[in-house]
């Protein structure tokens, strides 16, 4: 993460971006807390950090995270921005690790079939996709396994999303408590700051002793 050219040095721009990302802060509350610690800048400033840096350590977690299973758990969850809902569709394996996220303005098969490519480049093939009745879905899926001459199993079984079901909670939970998104393009952003977070939480990154600020660090050195 190349910070040259900024007026404050790159630990304090991490640390902004981590209070802002890990936290259920708005920019506001991490411009009072540096304030605290003795650092003067605008929430704007923080925005634009955040806005600038979060695709750098979103694309080192995809480089670094641990290989994820063949038994997907795909599903999409409802996000409101600027009082509009879109779909943010996630895969977890049959463990519970987080396999990609898109957010997309709606729910249909062509949205569902780029978030489908999406998580096959960044990961592997799948053996079986477990997803609810979604028609788009089952549509994305077929075509897909059509086009690349894949074998990818459908399967539509009633509990077996549970697991992607309450991982949406913790993401859904920090939305919540925030202060919403003012933009499409901000919400892409910020979300993926927090999927990031989420997966450290989940140990997806194996560095044994080391806490969760380190190991944002080491993403973003």
Known sequence: MNTKGHCYPKC???QAVYFKLRFTLSYRD?????????????????????YKFTPFIELEMKKRKDRVGTSWRLDETYIKVKGIWCYLYRAVDKLGNTVDFLLTRKRQRM??????IKAINNNCRPRVINIDKSSSNTAAIKV?????FSK???????YGNNIVEQDHR???????NGLG????????????GI??????????????????FRSFCKLAA
């Open 144 to 148: 897909y396994n059509k086009r690349s």
């Open 111 to 116: 949205s569902a079939q780029l978030f489908l």
């Open 170 to 176: 913790f993401i859904k939970w920090r939305i919540q």
């Open 181 to 192: 998104f003012k933009s499409f393009e901000s919400a892409i952003q910020t979300l993926s």
């Open 152 to 158: 990818i199993k459908i399967r539509q079984c009633k």
């Open 30 to 50: 991490v411009e009072e807390i540096m304030k605290m610690r003795g650092v003067h800048f605008d929430h704007a400033t923080i925005q634009r950090w955040v």
């Open 12 to 14: 304090i721009i991490l």
């Open 195 to 212: 999927e990031v977070f989420h997966m450290l939480r989940k140990n997806q990154i194996i560095e044994p002793g080391i806490t969760m």
